[in-house]
């Protein structure tokens, strides 16, 4: 039986002291929820090895919101996975739709990258999506499909056990529109079978898929009680630690 998976992803929130104050608030919270759902939270790149410190002894797991596929260079502001690894990081988000529409990254970037992050012992969350303009055309499966086929090229079947996917509706995503919950399971299912027709039942079976969207405290729960959605990959409501916590109960 899958376990569910809820990742915080903070984006450009949260200065050092104020991710000190978060981690402690989120670490205390995470107490009454142990064992019973694996927590992941993503703060800045500022926040990681004060982070990882604080963290050490929790079920509380650490991950970065981007990296480069490179290993080193002259990629002036770019984070390599060996650099995540050093600061105590076992996940990294990857092909968010923010890096996709704002920072342009193609599906060929974002496949270097998953490889890399593999290959580098880090966990990624695989993030696809399709626009409102795609979903009103009707396109959502064909998007999906792209970025998932292109996403994993040259990724084998031992190396997806260490992947995890996040759909995440571009048109849901800081917006407080979500996907009900029986349009998140369609494109769940969607992405289930995507994986059982280039891999295998197995693999498709055991696929942590989150989902991801204007995830909140009041709607956590009816999303996560559908048979293929493994979780939350949370935005705006995981920077409050009480917001963040009823989001995991949505969970258990």
Known sequence: MR??????????????????????????????????VEIIICPPFTSLETGANLLKESPVKLGAQNMHFEDSGAFTGEISASMLKSTGCEFVILGHSERRTIFKETDEVINKKLKKAIASGLKPIFCVGETLEER?????????????????????????????????PVWAIGTGRTATPAQAEEVHIFIRNLIHNLYSPAAAENMIIQYGGSVK?????????????????????????DSFLEIIKGAC
């Open 3 to 36: 376990r569910k998976v809820i990742a915080g992803n903070w984006k450009m929130n949260k200065n050092l002291q104020e991710s000190i104050s978060l981690i402690k608030e989120i670490k205390l919270a995470a107490l009454s929820v142990t064992g019973k």
């Open 136 to 168: 009103e055309t009707n396109r959502t499966e064909t998007i999906i499909e792209i970025q998932v086929k292109n996403g994993l090229k040259g990724i084998s079947e031992d190396e997806i056990k260490h992947l995890i996917i996040a759909y995440e």
């Open 217 to 241: 405290a009041d709607n956590a729960r009816e999303l996560m009680s559908m048979k293929n959605i493994d979780g939350a990959l949370v935005g705006g409501a995981c920077l409050k630690a």
